[in-house]
């Protein structure tokens, strides 16, 4: 909590990893405070804590307000139904996310979800390998976001850059 009061405030760190630090539920407040106030944050790494569904879908809410953050890593947690929920809305409402670790969680991929993943304008990883879903789900959604990934490299390289 003390770490999350500083990065609301702070300009300066770019990156944070928290990592397998055993965080839990009331944990996640502080870390959805940060996504929602910090604009100079673009990845946060936050695989191996405790969050479950509750606390996974409080930090994931928070993404509809952070158009800031690059990559978040929620891997190896034990994520659930719900916070795909959350997640799909968080895709909606953000329009930076390029990448997110889902893997080692308790989700699975639908095609509602493809549907919002591919319409997301940069997400161009989003790794949702080891989960409960469906192996043809997870190579649909993988040639997916290769395709998206290509076309934004091809933007790019034409000087039509999305960032």
Same mark, same amino acid.
């Given at each position: ?29 502080? !870390? ?18 405790? *969050? ?8 994931? @809410? ?9 990559? !978040? ?12 929920? *959350? ?9 930076? &996310? +390029?990448? &997110? ?11 509602? *979800? !493809? ?23 997870? @190579? ?6 290769? +395709? ?13 850059? *999305?960032?």
């Amino acid at each position: 909590i003390k770490i999350c009061s500083y990065l609301v405030r702070t300009k300066a760190l770019l990156s944070i990893n928290l990592n397998n630090n055993l965080i839990g539920g009331d944990s996640s407040y502080a !870390i959805g405070l940060v996504l929602k106030e910090n604009t100079k944050l673009r990845v946060m790494l936050l695989a191996m804590n405790r *969050f479950d569904d509750e606390s996974g879908g409080r930090i994931l @809410k928070m993404l509809c307000f952070n158009n800031y953050l690059d990559e !978040i890593d929620l891997s190896a947690n034990q994520l659930g139904p719900e916070s795909l929920k *959350f997640l799909a809305m968080a895709l909606k409402g953000n329009n930076t &996310i +390029k990448k &997110i670790d889902l893997c080692h969680n308790e989700i699975t991929i639908d095609d509602e *979800f !493809i549907k919002i993943a591919e319409a997301h304008p940069l997400l161009t990883e989003l790794n949702v390998h080891h989960t409960e879903s469906d192996e043809e789900k997870v @190579k649909q959604l993988d040639s997916i976001l290769v +395709k998206i990934s290509v076309k934004l490299h091809l933007s790019q390289v034409k000087g039509k850059s *999305f960032y």
